[in-house]
């Protein structure tokens, strides 16, 4: 029975941000600065990717390549990949201080965690410079992890590789994936917890693949509600996903759970 020494999560749409809606708004500008309109389906598909590679995962998607094609007269290069990031980027970095809410049982979970001797690391599709703002705005709310590592920090390698977990364990002193559970709310993040041996765990309720904001969530009818997290739950199971939680109010016990051997 393993002892769990660390948990490390996701931000946006995990820990921050309920339904990561900042993100998909800024890919939409950039698209459509680009005279492409893509749809919010679209821009969630390869979310919690590094936010080149999401771009990239967008442009080979056949709709928008075709859009690209009949508008351009050329299929997308590497030069569309920087033009259409250096409109995101400035798109981004105008919304995210407004959304970076601490999600519902985070702050309870954590210093539960906390409480039984386990660190809190993290990993982000953003930016070391996107996370500045983040970090600053979720620790004015309380929310402050151990460790913080992007891909600018593992020579851009974000996710599905699992470097960015693997200098949160170097960083943090942590010597066995079997003692650490990875938390997201993405496809990428499951990849990259199992890609890194972790155990991994998605959480539904304000997650990207659910992609409504706080107050759209709260004021569907209960059936929708079930059918939305049934949606999620079985998405994040396809893509290796150990477990799946609602919110972050089960994860102390869910912890529990696996320490004592219990299996999904």
């Not at 946006?12 to 998909?24: K, L």
């Not at 919690?48 to 709709?63: A, E, N, S, V």
């Not at 094609?69 to 997308?76: C, E, M, N």
Request: glycine share 8%; aromatic share 8%.
């Amino acid at each position: 029975m393993p002892k769990i020494n660390a948990v490390i999560f996701d931000w946006a749409g995990t820990t921050v941000d309920f339904g990561s809606t900042s993100p998909v708004s800024a890919f939409m500008e950039a698209f459509r600065r680009a005279g492409i309109e893509v749809t919010d389906e679209e821009t969630r598909a390869p979310m919690g990717l590094l936010k080149r590679d999401h771009i990239r995962t967008m442009l080979r998607m056949p709709r928008i390549a075709k859009a690209w094609q009949d508008r351009y007269g050329r299929a997308p290069n590497a030069d569309d990949v920087e033009a259409l990031y250096s409109d995101f980027e400035p798109a981004l970095m105008a919304v995210l201080p407004q959304h970076c809410d601490i999600k519902p049982h985070v702050l309870e979970a954590v210093a539960t965690l906390r409480d039984k001797g386990i660190k809190i690391g993290s990993t982000t599709g953003f930016t070391a410079s996107m996370m500045e703002v983040v970090t600053r705005e979720a620790a004015k709310a309380g929310y402050s992890p151990d460790m913080l590592v992007t891909a600018d920090d593992t020579g851009g390698f974000g996710r599905p590789w699992p470097y960015m977990v693997f200098e949160n364990m170097k960083r943090l002193g942590l010597q066995d994936v079997r003692q650490i559970v990875k938390v997201g709310d993405t496809v990428s993040d499951m990849k990259e917890g199992k890609n890194a041996g972790l155990i991994t765990v998605g959480v539904t309720e304000g997650s990207s693949i659910i992609g409504l904001d706080k107050k759209s969530w709260e004021s569907l009818s209960e059936m929708d509600q079930f059918a939305l997290r049934k949606k999620a739950r079985e998405t994040f199971f396809a893509n290796g996903a150990d477990f799946v939680i609602d919110t972050m109010a089960e994860l102390p016990k869910l912890i529990e759970a696996i320490e004592n051997g219990e299996k999904a």
